[in-house]
C-alpha cells in the first residue's frame, strides 16, 4: 500500500481555535485523497497560551483543558475538539500521529534561587566563569490544572540548563548546579543538547519516570497511533530508544514514530538511527535541502545529484519525504521553502517514486494565504497518481544533469498502474526510458504537463519529454475496464467513508 503522511498545519494558520473542526470536517476528503496518517501539531497548553503554535511547552497535561496561560483552549481549540478530530481520523482509516515536545519547557510559574554556571552558548564544553548565584524561571506548579492526570511539579533539579539568569541578564546560557549536558546528542556547538526555554534533563531519573508515565497517558487519553518527536537530536538518543521502548511493551501497540533531526548531515542521521536502535523513522531532510537547491539555482544544480547523501537512498525504510514543513516556511528561522515552479517536480520524487514514505504539507495542499502562497495546484493529481499508478518496479534515468526522470512499470494486481515522469531544472528536452515490454503497442497519455501523447514500442520503450522548468508525467491511456476499477474502487472508498 502507498501510504500518505500529512502534516495537518503551517505555522502561521489563525489561533482562532478551529483546527481540530477543520480537521475533524476535512478527514474524508483527505481519505479520499489517500492520505493515510495525519501528523497533528503539538496539542498541549504552550507559553503563548491559546496563541502558542505548539513547541513553547508549558503543560503536557493540558490538552485545551484548563484555564492556564490566558485560555483554556490551544491554539487549535479544546480537548473535546481535539479527540474528536482523532477519533474521526481513526474511522475514516488514517493513522493518528502526535507531535511529541520534550526537550524544554516555557512559561515556568515562578523562580527559584540556584546556583549556576555561565556557558559559552557557542561552544557548550566551555564554562565561562566559576559558579554564580542564580534567579532562574525552573519552578512549574500548573495551578490552573492543579493535580489532575499527575501530581509531577517541575523544578531546577528537572533541567539542565537555561538561558536567562535573572542576576546575570548579560550572559545568554547557564547549567544548573550539579547538572550537566547529555553526551548522546547532537554535537555542533560542542554539544547541542541546550536548545531553548528550560532546557528538560530526561536523564534524571524522576524526570524519565515522569515522561514515560505521560506517554502512557497521553496515548490512552487521546488514542492516537503513534507519535512524531520533534527536536530529536538535543535530545539524550538514549532517552527515546528507552521511551518508545517502555511505551511499546507496556501499551502492546506499535506506536510508529518518526523523528526530526534536522540535519543536512547523511552521518549524523544514520548515527542517531543506530544510537536509537532504529526505533523509529527519521525526516529525509537532506533531500529537503536538495530540492531547495535545485529550486534556487536557476538551472545550475545538478539533477544527477538529487539523491546523493539522502536518508532515503541510504536507508529507505527508514526515511520519511518531504518538501516542506511548519519550520521551512517563509519567515521561519529554519526557511529553506522550496521554490513554488520546482514543487510539482519534487513531490513526484516523493509521491511517484518506491522508497520513501511520503509527508504532503499543509501549506502546500492548501496553501500558506497568510503569506500570499497559493496551493500547489498539482498535488492532488500526484496524490491520485500515488493511489493508482505509481506501483511496480523503478528504473531510473538520472543520466544528465539537467533532464532527469524514472519509470514505474506497474503491477498488474492494480489495473492500469505504471507511469513515466521526467523532471528539468533548465531547458526542456526529451528521454528514451523503457517502461517494460507489456507496454509495448499501447499508449502513455501525459497527464501532467501538456506533452503529446506516447507510442511504446515493441522493445517496450517510448520517448518522453518535457518543457523548460517543468515536470512531466505520463500514465498508460484509460481503458474502459481500467475506468470501471478505479470507479469502483472510489465508489467502495466513498462508501466506506461515508458509514462514519
Ligand atoms: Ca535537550
Redesign the pocket.
Known sequence: MNGIMLQTFEWDMPADGTLWKNVRNSARKWAMLGVTAAWLPPAYKGSAGGCDVGYGVYDLYDLGEFDQKGSVRTKYGTVREYLAAVRRLRLVGIQTLGDVVL??RLGADATEDVRVTPVNPDNRLEMQGEPEDGSVYTRFTFPGRGKRYSAFTWDHTCF??VDWNGRDPDHHLFLLEGKG??PD?DREHGN????MGA????QAPHVREELFRWGQWYLRRTGLDGFRLD?VK???AGFYRDFLADLRAKTGREVYAVGEYWSQDLQALLSYLSQVQESMNLFDTPLHFHFYSASHSSGAYDLRDLFSNTLVSARPTKAVTFVDNHDTQPGQSLESWVDGWFKASAYSIILLREQGYPCVFWGDLHGIPEKGIGAVSELPLLMHLRLYAAYGPERDYFDDPNVVGFVREGDSSVPGSGLACLITDEKGGTKRMEVGRRFAGTTFVCVLGGEKPVRIDADGFGTFSVKGGRCSVYVPRLTLPVLLYRLRAQLLRFLHLRLF
Do not use: G, K, P, Q
Open positions: 526537550n524544554h539542565t540548563s549536558f547529555a546528542v547541542f543538547d541546550y536548545l532546557d528538560v534533563d530526561v527536536a538535543h535530545i539524550s
